[in-house]
């Protein structure tokens, strides 16, 4: 069983920045992919970014050219560094890893606001 644990959510101002982690712990074998979702109120969950074990990587429309996604192998761990929100950004963000199937983390909010 692999458990995904997001932190680094939190309350931020409009232009503002924030690094969201996720560690991967547990029976580990090979991870193949490794993401975030977010999921708005009254909105269907959507990806983010992700980035594979060769460390391409997919970003939304919405996000290229602010967010950037990154991956330690060893650690078993993605970060999402965020730039540049907006107040559309704010989100609860789950952390995803395509480990053999699909695993997800509980969340934690990203709200943008003055």
């Known amino acids: 069983q692999v458990q995904p644990v997001e932190s680094g959510g939190g309350l931020v101002q409009p232009g503002g920045s924030l690094r969201l982690s996720c560690a991967a712990s547990?029976?580990?074998?090979?991870?193949?992919?490794m993401g975030w979702y977010r999921q708005a109120p009254g909105k269907q969950r959507e990806l983010v970014a992700i980035?594979?074990?060769?460390?391409?990587?997919n970003y939304a429309d919405s996000v290229k050219g602010r967010f950037t996604i990154s991956r330690d192998n060893a650690r078993n761990t993605v970060y999402l560094q965020m730039n540049s929100l907006k107040p559309e950004d704010t989100a609860v963000y789950y952390c995803?890893?395509?480990?053999?199937?699909?695993?997800w983390g509980q969340g934690t909010q990203v709200t943008v606001s003055s």
């Open positions: 995803n890893v395509q480990a053999g199937r699909s695993y």
């Open positions: 980035i594979t074990s060769g460390s391409s990587t």
């Open positions: 547990g029976s580990i074998f090979s991870i193949y992919a």
